[in-house]
């Protein structure tokens, strides 16, 4: 922790990019060409470009959005991605959003063949990673009535996991280390249903003033049910905060987040561990298809890790991200990372955190991410690069 604190102190005191700028890049023929590809991926009908989640490498697609419907107050969405690593994932989405409403209904459909596993806990070690094949299909609407900053809401959910063996030629599938008394849910992937109720707070609400400064902050309860063997219904509780807080410099920012999670089970009840919580590098599956806020334009975690490095049914993740525009569109970010995830909810406090440090380069779109590297180290376990593609991309 205290290498930790030290870290968070330099990023504050002596952040990059103090001194004078350089000009930003006039329009040249190379800024018209990146505009113009921007906007083919703004059209209705439009390529995609992603990643499915961790273990597949990028991908491409199409997508169809849009928001001009009855009087712009409906919207509907769709996109199929195939990717290098043959995962795949089609989604379709409708709905309806006023000034103090949204209501929205959606499927879809993921395969994922390579999925890390390296059992639960923060005790893993490195060399037990184990792959696993997830096909991971699910229905839901999700509603949501705003009042100013606050929007209260829920999510119903129906879930349908399928777990194979994993398809990596190097590393071991899953069932040949773990058991279910090691791994729950190793050999059941019953019919879940998914019910959640949520209160957002984005403060300011104006999305012009938020900028800079600002916060958003979520509170979530969740009840997961089995449907057909009543062994592995839960119930969870999370909580998470990011909070921006302006720089020494008008084109910097200081980002602090935090998440909590802590799941609950009746006797006799153990959660799968396909729907426990994460941590680890750029990459997430979140089957309940719940997006986190994140930090500063990313929704990494513990970034000197590979993806889905730790798993376990409660979590703790804390952030700190300094963020500068280098030069025109290119924005660089120095973070630290600590969390951990436990496997009994007495051991949810500060002591031994996992935690790590890193920097970023950012290729930015007005206040959107295009292209985001990250560079993450300090975890013990080497140096870790993740590239990201933003949802200009990727809608």
């Given at each position: 922790m205290?290498?930790?604190?030290?870290?968070?102190?330099?990023?504050?005191?002596?952040?990059?990019?103090?001194?004078?700028?350089?000009?930003?890049?006039?329009?040249?023929?190379?800024?018209?060409?990146?505009?113009k590809t921007i906007g083919v991926f703004q059209k209705p009908v439009h390529p995609i470009v992603e990643t499915v989640a961790p273990g597949g490498w990028l991908g491409a697609g199409m997508g169809y959005n849009t928001q001009k419907l009855w009087n712009n107050q409906a919207f509907a969405s769709a996109k199929g991605v195939f990717t290098i690593r043959q995962y795949w994932n089609t989604q379709a989405n409708v709905g309806l959003q006023g000034t103090r409403y949204r209501v929205e209904s959606y499927a879809r459909a993921r395969d994922m063949k390579r999925l890390p596993v390296n059992g639960l806990g923060n005790s893993t070690v490195e060399t037990d990673l184990t792959t696993f094949r997830l096909l991971d299909r699910e229905v839901g609407g999700i509603g949501s009535v705003r009042f100013g900053a606050v929007a209260v809401g829920?999510?119903?959910?129906?879930?349908?996991?399928?777990?194979?063996?994993?398809?990596?030629?190097d590393?071991?599938?899953?069932?040949?280390?773990?058991?279910?008394?090691?791994?729950?849910?190793?050999?059941?992937?019953?019919?879940?249903?998914?019910?959640?109720?949520?209160?957002?707070?984005?403060?300011?609400?104006?999305?012009?003033?938020?900028?800079?400064?600002?916060?958003?902050?979520?509170l979530a309860f969740s009840y997961v049910r089995d449907g057909e063997q009543d062994l592995y219904s839960f119930r969870r509780l999370t909580g998470e905060v990011q909070q921006r807080i302006p720089g020494?410099?008008?084109?910097?920012?200081?980002?602090?987040?935090?998440?909590?999670?802590?799941?609950?089970?009746?006797?006799?009840?153990?959660?799968?561990?396909?729907?426990q919580s994460t941590l680890g590098g750029a990459g997430a599956v979140r089957s309940f298809n719940d997006e986190l806020i994140g930090t500063d334009g990313t929704k990494a975690t513990l970034r000197g890790f590979p993806d889905l490095r730790f798993r376990g049914p409660?979590?703790?993740?804390?952030?700190?991200?300094?963020?500068?525009?280098?030069?025109?569109?290119?924005d660089a970010t120095a973070f630290v990372d600590a969390g951990k995830v436990t496997l009994s909810r007495s051991d949810l406090d500060f002591t031994d955190l996992e935690h790590n440090y890193g920097a970023s380069l950012s290729l930015m779109t007005g206040d959107a991410t295009a292209v985001r590297v990250d560079v993450g180290f300090g975890g013990g376990e080497g140096t870790h690069v993740f590239f990201s593609i933003g949802p200009i991309f990727a809608q």
């Open positions: 205290r290498a930790i604190t030290l870290a968070v102190i330099a990023l504050v005191v002596f952040p990059w990019g103090a001194a004078a700028q350089p000009p930003p890049p006039q329009s040249n023929g190379l800024v018209e060409f990146g505009k829920g999510r119903i959910e129906s879930l349908w996991p399928e777990l194979k063996r994993g398809e990596s030629n590393v071991p599938s899953f069932e040949e280390r773990f058991s279910e008394e090691t791994l729950p849910g190793l050999f059941a992937q019953p019919h879940f249903a998914h019910y959640q109720t949520f209160v957002n707070v984005d403060y300011p609400y104006d999305l012009n003033a938020r900028g800079f400064t600002g916060g958003d902050y979520r020494f410099r008008d084109d910097q920012r200081l980002t602090l987040h935090g998440l909590i999670s802590t799941t609950y089970t009746a006797e006799g009840n153990r959660v799968p561990f396909y729907l409660h979590l703790l993740l804390l952030q700190a991200e300094y963020r500068w525009t280098v030069w025109g569109p290119i």
